[in-house]
Each structure stands twice: as structure tokens, then as C-alpha cells.
């Protein structure tokens, strides 16, 4: 009986997600949207590096930071990822279906933040209790430090902790997971449909491992991705996960900018 409840409470809330989310792709459509949005975002970022190296000319075996200063590369980089990401969403929302109005979202409450700082926490320390665990098999290297370093500390300090984790949260469980979460719960497969949200959490976490390019962390981020899709999944709120990655990132830079951690 508990598992039949369960599996109401499942199917009602997909109903009411696939009542209030933009897509009615079929999964190969999906799958090629979804290749087209990471595709497009090496593109925008190789095409920013060209234009950069136009405008900011720099002699064989020099790079920008020492022709123009950290600070000026560091601008460059945060330029170039915000563009970037930037310009997936808008591609997004540009091809994204018409669904009916949503209903109204409850008014922000004292109790309502309370719950999505705790949520954040909770998946803050998962998050870093997986960071340990990794370490204890293996010796990842975590790119942030060297981007903290490569640059104007400061600068790149708060795009780590703060335009990074809204970007790549709106997009790994805002697009991508929500787009093949969409797409799968409309199969004609009943078992496919029960794992749509799974399956779906597994794939974005995959991508956003993938698209972090650091073989020895790729474990790291794909437990990342999937602590991420799980606190998305249990509140409903994108803000649960923005909030939580932006905390571990925010203790990260701290740790690397005051104790060299």
C-alpha cells in the first residue's frame, strides 16, 4: 500500500511538472538540443578567445596576464564564461514550448528561506563529505585554486562563489536536467517514465562532470552533480542547489585565498 502511495505522489507530481515546464520535444530531439547547448558553448567560448587575442594582441610565449596584468585577463575569462553560458539559456528559451500558465508560486516566507538555506547546508556537506571521500582514492586536482591564483584573486574569488554556480545550476538541472526529465516522462514505457527523474539526474550530472574537463576530478564533479539534482529534486526549488554550490565554492576560495588549502 505504501508503495502504491508512493507511486501516486510520483506520477502527480510529474503531471504537475510536465504541466508547468516548457518542453514537449520528443528524447531525440532532446538529446540533439541538449548536444547543440554544449557544442555551442565551446563555440562561444573558442570565439571569444579569438576575438580577445585580436583585441588584446600579446607576443609569442607571453600570456594576456603578463602583457596586460591579471586583473585584464582575469576580465577577459569572466567575460567570455558569462557570454558563454549566457547565450545557452537564451537559446533555450528561445526554442522552449508554450505550456500553459503556471500557478501562482507561494509568497516568499521566513520559513520558506529557512528551508532552502537548511536544504543548501545539508547538500553543502554532502557535497564536501564527497570531496573527502574522493581524496581518500585518489588525489584530484581542483581547478578553482588555479583559477583563484592565475589571476585577480578577488575577481575571480566571486565569479567561483557566485556567477558560476547560478549559470551552471540554471542550465545542468535548470535545462539540461529538466529537459530530459520532461521528455522521458512522456514515453509511452511505463518503467522509463518511473526512472525519468533518475535517469535524467544521471545524465546531467555525467555532462557536468564531463564539460569541467579534469579527468582526476571527474568523480568529484559527478558526485557534485548528482548531490545537486537531488536537492533540486527533493525541494522543487532551483535556488535550493544555486544556494548550496555557491556555499561550497564561496569555502573553497576562502580556504584557498586565506590558508593556501
Not at 504537475?16 to 565551446?42: D, H, M, R, Y
Not at 570531496?131 to 581518500?136: A, H, K, N, Q, V
Not at 533518475?198 to 582526476?216: C, E, K, R, Y
Amino acid at each position: 500500500m505504501k508503495r502504491k502511495d508512493q507511486s501516486t505522489s510520483k506520477e502527480a507530481r510529474a503531471d504537475e511538472f510536465l504541466a508547468s515546464f516548457p518542453w514537449q520535444k520528443s528524447i531525440g530531439w532532446t538529446c540533439l538540443w541538449n548536444i547543440v547547448f554544449v557544442a555551442f558553448f565551446f563555440v562561444a567560448v573558442a570565439g571569444w578567445n579569438f576575438i580577445i587575442h585580436r583585441c588584446l594582441p600579446v607576443p609569442d610565449g607571453v600570456t594576456i596576464a603578463q602583457r596586460y596584468g591579471a586583473t585584464v585577463d582575469s576580465l577577459a575569462f569572466v567575460v567570455g564564461m558569462v557570454s558563454a553560458w549566457g547565450l545557452i539559456l537564451a537559446l533555450f528559451w528561445a526554442i522552449r514550448d508554450p505550456v500553459s500558465p503556471k500557478p501562482a508560486t507561494p509568497k516568499p516566507t521566513w520559513r520558506r528561506g529557512l528551508s532552502t538555506l537548511s536544504w543548501a547546508i545539508l547538500a553543502t556537506i554532502m557535497h564536501f563529505l564527497l570531496d573527502l571521500g574522493c581524496s581518500l582514492v585518489a588525489s584530484p586536482t581542483d581547478p578553482n585554486k588555479g583559477l583563484v591564483k592565475m589571476g585577480n584573486p578577488w575577481l575571480m574569488g566571486i565569479f567561483i562563489a557566485v556567477v558560476a554556480p547560478v549559470l551552471e545550476e540554471l542550465f545542468f538541472r535548470g535545462v539540461m536536467m529538466n529537459t530530459l526529465r520532461a521528455c522521458l516522462l512522456r514515453s509511452s514505457h511505463r518503467r522509463v517514465r518511473y526512472f525519468a527523474t533518475d535517469i535524467a539526474m544521471v545524465v546531467s550530472a555525467l555532462i557536468f562532470a564531463a564539460m569541467h574537463q579534469n579527468p582526476s576530478a571527474f568523480l568529484n564533479y559527478f558526485g557534485a552533480g548528482l548531490v545537486m539534482a537531488w536537492a533540486y529534486e527533493k525541494t522543487g526549488r532551483l535556488s535550493v542547489p544555486i544556494l548550496a554550490h555557491s556555499l561550497h565554492n564561496f569555502l573553497s576560495v576562502l580556504l584557498t585565498l586565506f590558508f593556501g588549502i
